[in-house]
Structure formats: structure tokens, C-alpha cells
């Protein structure tokens, strides 16, 4: 008799949940500060930032991009400046003017890199962000301590 024998299959869903590349759908709640207070002390300007996920389904740091050039209109993404870490899943900027959806450039950034892109708006309250995916569709992400 074997030692262990799985009652039943996976499901297709229980399958992906297994790898790394699943949903997103919590961020720790120090990260979400962190992203809000650097959106205050750039603002006026625009800041980037990267998103790191250590915990499966859960965003768990933020790094500032060396490099990345904070302007008025648009936070400029150096990518190429990224160590090489497969626990990164997207990207985090700021909108000085408040307005918290993506504008053209940023769904073409959303689209080609990162799975989950999170917008913070001035003036950076708790309320003043949304989570959006690939497709630039708006995530809800559930802020945990
Ligand atoms: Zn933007």
C-alpha cells in the first residue's frame, strides 16, 4: 500500500496555485505604506518603484529603481537597471495629479512587463491607489498585516 495516494486529482486551479506565476491578491500593509509615503515626498513629481512577492499571492516588498528619473508627467522605468530576480511581479508609480487609472503609457508598460502594476494618487491616503493587471483591468488587492 503506498504511503501517500491523493484522494482525488487537482483541479486545474489547485495545479497553478503551485507555481509562483499564480494571482496576486494581498498586499502587506507596511508595503502599501511605504509606496503611499513615497508618493508624498516625491509629489510633485512622480515616483517608481518595483514590487517584490516572497509569499505566494502576496505582494511582500518594494525596492526604489536605481536610476529611475522622477518627472512631472511620467515616472521613467529603467528596467534594464533590475537585478535579475524572479521573485519581482510588477511595478508601483505615482500620479501627482490624483487621478488614479492608467494613462497610455502605462498600459503599454503593464502589458509588456510585470503581472500586477499598482497607481497611487495624490494625496496619498489610504484610499488613494488601485491594483491593475496585465491587461490593465483593476485587481482588488487585500491589504494584510
Ligand atoms: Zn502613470
Redesign the pocket.
Known sequence: MPLFRPSRKRTDEEEKSRFSTHTLRKIKRNVLNSLLTSGASTYPN?FGGILRSEDPGVVTDMLLIPGTTAGHR??NFQLYMLPVDLTVVGTA?S?PSGAVH??E??LTLFRHWGRIHI?LGFPFKGWCWKAYNNSGDEVKLEVVD
Request: proline share 10%; net charge negative.
Open positions: 512622480e511620467h515616472a508609480h500620479h492608467p494613462s503609457e502605462d497607481i
